[in-house]
């Protein structure tokens, strides 16, 4: 069992930063892949990052790439996104997730936090 849970979210100005988190309650945490994902109102959620089991590989969706960084620290059985330039298109709720491989598709997902808000204003 794995439950995530996020933090870190906030009101920023568009081109500031935040760095979310998501602590895992399972001492298992460092065979899970761990993914963000993202929902507007009124859209799907949406891929943003993922990172798999021992950190060596990461993947990013064309709008986050070469702005945030996915890392995790599975001695501390947390995940971290860091959020720079950030637009206004970013904001939505943030979710952590967790699952048996790195995936970019939400369905290859079995565990999942409850978000965290996002806002980045113009």
């Known amino acids: 069992q794995v439950q995530p849970v996020e933090s870190g979210g906030g009101l920023v100005q568009a081109g500031g930063s935040l760095r979310l988190s998501c602590a895992a309650s399972?001492?298992?945490?460092?065979?899970?892949?761990m993914g963000w994902f993202r929902q507007a109102p009124g859209k799907e959620r949406q891929f943003v990052a993922a990172i798999s089991y021992n950190g060596g590989r990461t993947d990013y969706a064309v709008s986050v790439k070469g702005r945030f960084t996915i890392s995790r620290d599975n001695a501390k059985n947390t995940m971290y996104l860091q959020m720079n330039s950030l637009k206004p298109e970013d904001t939505a709720v943030y979710y952590c997730?967790?699952?048996?491989?790195?995936?970019?598709?939400?369905?290859?997902?079995?565990?999942w936090g409850q978000g965290t808000q996002v806002t980045v204003s113009p």
């Open positions: 399972t001492r298992t945490f460092a065979n899970y892949a």
């Open positions: 997730a967790a699952g048996a491989s790195t995936s970019r598709f939400r369905s290859e997902y079995d565990y």
